[in-house]
Protein backbone atom coordinates (compact mmCIF):
# COMPACT_ATOMS: atom_id res chain seq x y z
CA UNK A 1 0.00 0.00 0.00
CA UNK A 2 1.26 3.58 -0.54
CA UNK A 3 2.34 5.84 1.77
CA UNK A 4 0.15 8.74 1.99
CA UNK A 5 1.86 12.16 3.08
CA UNK A 6 -0.66 15.30 3.15
CA UNK A 7 0.77 18.56 3.03
CA UNK A 8 -1.40 21.10 5.00
CA UNK A 9 -0.54 24.66 4.84
CA UNK A 10 -1.58 28.48 4.97
CA UNK A 11 -0.65 31.06 2.99
CA UNK A 12 -2.13 34.71 2.90
CA UNK A 13 0.51 35.59 -0.26
CA UNK A 14 1.94 32.76 -1.87
CA UNK A 15 5.25 32.05 -0.50
CA UNK A 16 4.39 28.86 2.27
CA UNK A 17 2.02 27.97 -1.42
CA UNK A 18 5.42 27.89 -3.37
CA UNK A 19 7.44 26.10 -0.70
CA UNK A 20 4.65 23.43 -0.12
CA UNK A 21 4.81 23.04 -3.89
CA UNK A 22 8.37 22.12 -4.40
CA UNK A 23 7.87 20.16 -0.82
CA UNK A 24 5.32 18.01 -3.22
CA UNK A 25 7.24 17.34 -6.49
CA UNK A 26 10.19 16.24 -3.47
CA UNK A 27 8.14 13.37 -1.48
CA UNK A 28 6.63 12.46 -4.97
CA UNK A 29 9.92 11.84 -5.85
CA UNK A 30 9.76 8.68 -3.50
CA UNK A 31 8.32 5.24 -4.96
CA UNK A 32 5.42 4.36 -3.20
CA UNK A 33 4.47 7.80 -1.58
CA UNK A 34 1.62 9.29 -2.62
CA UNK A 35 1.12 13.12 -1.99
CA UNK A 36 -1.54 15.58 -1.41
CA UNK A 37 -1.80 19.44 -0.97
CA UNK A 38 -4.44 20.85 1.63
CA UNK A 39 -4.99 24.43 3.24
CA UNK A 40 -6.20 25.06 6.24
CA UNK A 41 -9.68 27.36 5.87
CA UNK A 42 -9.28 31.03 5.90
CA UNK A 43 -10.63 32.75 8.96
CA UNK A 44 -10.42 36.41 7.64
CA UNK A 45 -13.56 37.75 5.66
CA UNK A 46 -12.74 38.75 1.86
CA UNK A 47 -13.05 42.42 2.48
CA UNK A 48 -10.11 42.65 4.96
CA UNK A 49 -8.49 40.28 2.39
CA UNK A 50 -8.78 42.19 -0.01
CA UNK A 51 -7.72 45.38 1.70
CA UNK A 52 -4.55 43.31 2.67
CA UNK A 53 -3.78 43.01 -1.15
CA UNK A 54 -3.97 39.32 -0.43
CA UNK A 55 -4.39 37.10 -4.06
CA UNK A 56 -7.19 35.03 -4.41
CA UNK A 57 -6.91 31.19 -2.96
CA UNK A 58 -5.61 28.47 -5.44
CA UNK A 59 -7.45 25.54 -5.86
CA UNK A 60 -5.78 22.86 -3.25
CA UNK A 61 -8.86 21.56 -1.42
CA UNK A 62 -9.64 22.77 2.37
CA UNK A 63 -8.81 19.67 5.15
CA UNK A 64 -10.87 19.29 8.00
CA UNK A 65 -9.25 17.77 11.34
CA UNK A 66 -10.74 14.43 10.95
CA UNK A 67 -8.67 14.11 7.29
CA UNK A 68 -5.55 14.39 8.88
CA UNK A 69 -6.32 10.50 10.53
CA UNK A 70 -6.03 8.86 7.19
CA UNK A 71 -1.77 10.73 6.49
CA UNK A 72 0.26 8.57 7.42
CA UNK A 73 2.88 11.41 7.51
CA UNK A 74 1.90 14.80 7.60
CA UNK A 75 4.12 18.29 6.91
CA UNK A 76 2.27 22.01 8.03
CA UNK A 77 3.75 25.39 6.55
CA UNK A 78 2.38 28.58 7.93
CA UNK A 79 3.65 32.39 7.90
CA UNK A 80 4.77 33.91 11.21
CA UNK A 81 2.86 36.40 13.39
CA UNK A 82 5.86 37.78 15.73
CA UNK A 83 7.47 34.30 15.77
CA UNK A 84 4.38 32.15 15.87
CA UNK A 85 2.43 30.41 13.68
CA UNK A 86 -0.33 32.51 11.73
CA UNK A 87 -3.83 32.58 13.84
CA UNK A 88 -5.54 30.80 10.71
CA UNK A 89 -3.16 27.87 10.70
CA UNK A 90 -3.62 27.82 14.91
CA UNK A 91 -7.26 27.85 14.75
CA UNK A 92 -7.10 24.81 12.65
CA UNK A 93 -4.89 22.95 15.15
CA UNK A 94 -7.50 24.27 17.67
CA UNK A 95 -9.93 22.08 16.18
CA UNK A 96 -7.90 18.97 16.50
CA UNK A 97 -9.12 18.19 20.00
CA UNK A 98 -11.51 15.40 18.79
CA UNK A 99 -8.38 13.69 17.32
CA UNK A 100 -6.52 14.15 20.30
CA UNK A 101 -8.92 12.56 22.49
CA UNK A 102 -8.75 9.73 20.39
CA UNK A 103 -5.14 9.96 19.69
CA UNK A 104 -5.59 9.57 16.02
CA UNK A 105 -2.09 11.46 15.12
CA UNK A 106 0.03 9.59 17.67
CA UNK A 107 2.90 8.17 16.34
CA UNK A 108 2.69 9.51 12.94
CA UNK A 109 5.69 11.63 11.44
CA UNK A 110 5.35 15.45 11.25
CA UNK A 111 7.24 18.35 9.36
CA UNK A 112 7.19 21.48 9.13
CA UNK A 113 7.89 24.44 6.89
CA UNK A 114 7.38 28.44 7.25
CA UNK A 115 7.84 32.18 5.73
CA UNK A 116 8.97 35.09 7.86
CA UNK A 117 9.10 38.71 6.68
CA UNK A 118 12.90 39.16 7.93
CA UNK A 119 15.88 37.53 8.90
CA UNK A 120 15.15 37.88 12.35
CA UNK A 121 11.39 37.41 11.95
CA UNK A 122 11.09 33.63 13.20
CA UNK A 123 13.21 31.03 11.13
CA UNK A 124 13.47 29.28 14.27
CA UNK A 125 11.07 30.49 16.48
CA UNK A 126 8.26 30.06 14.12
CA UNK A 127 9.02 26.22 13.94
CA UNK A 128 10.32 25.63 17.43
CA UNK A 129 6.84 26.90 19.03
CA UNK A 130 4.84 25.14 16.48
CA UNK A 131 6.20 21.44 17.93
CA UNK A 132 3.93 22.17 21.09
CA UNK A 133 1.08 20.94 18.57
CA UNK A 134 2.59 17.80 17.15
CA UNK A 135 3.81 16.93 21.12
CA UNK A 136 0.16 17.33 22.65
CA UNK A 137 -0.83 14.74 19.07
CA UNK A 138 1.94 12.31 20.22
CA UNK A 139 3.37 13.24 17.19
CA UNK A 140 7.22 12.17 15.87
CA UNK A 141 8.72 15.51 14.59
CA UNK A 142 11.17 15.22 11.95
CA UNK A 143 13.81 17.56 11.28
CA UNK A 144 15.26 18.16 8.07
CA UNK A 145 18.68 18.80 10.39
CA UNK A 146 21.64 19.17 8.37
CA UNK A 147 21.07 16.61 5.59
CA UNK A 148 20.75 19.58 2.67
CA UNK A 149 24.36 19.28 3.28
CA UNK A 150 26.30 22.74 1.52
CA UNK A 151 22.71 24.71 1.40
CA UNK A 152 22.89 24.83 5.11
CA UNK A 153 25.83 27.04 5.56
CA UNK A 154 24.94 29.44 2.62
CA UNK A 155 26.54 32.73 3.77
CA UNK A 156 26.57 34.61 0.13
CA UNK A 157 23.07 34.74 -0.56
CA UNK A 158 20.18 34.97 1.61
CA UNK A 159 18.52 31.92 2.31
CA UNK A 160 15.54 31.13 4.89
CA UNK A 161 15.21 27.29 6.36
CA UNK A 162 16.61 26.25 9.33
CA UNK A 163 17.23 22.52 10.48
CA UNK A 164 13.78 22.49 11.53
CA UNK A 165 12.79 22.73 7.86
CA UNK A 166 12.25 24.60 4.68
CA UNK A 167 12.06 28.42 5.07
CA UNK A 168 11.60 31.06 2.90
CA UNK A 169 11.90 35.06 2.90
CA UNK A 170 8.86 37.43 1.93
CA UNK A 171 10.45 40.75 2.55
CA UNK A 172 7.71 43.60 1.99
CA UNK A 173 5.67 40.69 -0.16
CA UNK A 174 7.76 40.67 -3.34
CA UNK A 175 10.33 38.28 -2.46
CA UNK A 176 9.67 35.45 -4.45
CA UNK A 177 11.62 31.88 -2.86
CA UNK A 178 14.72 31.59 -3.93
CA UNK A 179 16.30 28.22 -6.55
CA UNK A 180 18.02 27.58 -3.21
CA UNK A 181 15.22 27.66 -0.79
CA UNK A 182 13.20 25.77 -3.35
CA UNK A 183 15.74 22.69 -3.52
CA UNK A 184 15.85 23.05 0.19
CA UNK A 185 11.87 22.44 0.29
CA UNK A 186 12.29 19.89 -2.91
CA UNK A 187 14.82 17.98 0.04
CA UNK A 188 12.69 18.21 2.78
CA UNK A 189 9.96 16.50 1.00
CA UNK A 190 12.12 14.09 -0.26
CA UNK A 191 13.66 13.26 2.97
CA UNK A 192 10.88 13.38 5.01
CA UNK A 193 8.65 11.00 2.71
CA UNK A 194 11.37 8.91 2.95
CA UNK A 195 11.54 8.79 6.94
CA UNK A 196 7.11 8.15 6.53
CA UNK A 197 7.49 5.01 4.14
CA UNK A 198 9.82 3.87 6.57
CA UNK A 199 7.60 3.87 9.36
CA UNK A 200 4.87 2.73 7.88
CA UNK A 201 6.96 -0.32 6.61
CA UNK A 202 8.01 -0.87 10.20
CA UNK A 203 4.24 -0.32 11.38
Known sequence: MATKVYIVYYSMYGHVEKLAQEIKKGAAS???VEVKLWQVPETLPEEVLGKMGAPPKTDAPCITPNELAEADGVLF????RFGMMAAQF???MDATGGLWRTQDLAGKPA???YSTGSQGGGQETTPL?????LVHHGMIFVPI????GAG???MENLKGGSPYGAGTFAGDGSRQPSELELAQAFHQGKY?????KKLKGTA
Open 152 to 154: MFE
Open 129 to 133: TAITQ
Open 90 to 92: KAF
Open 145 to 148: GYTF
Open 111 to 113: GIF
Open 77 to 80: GFPT
Open 30 to 32: VEG
Open 192 to 196: FAGIA
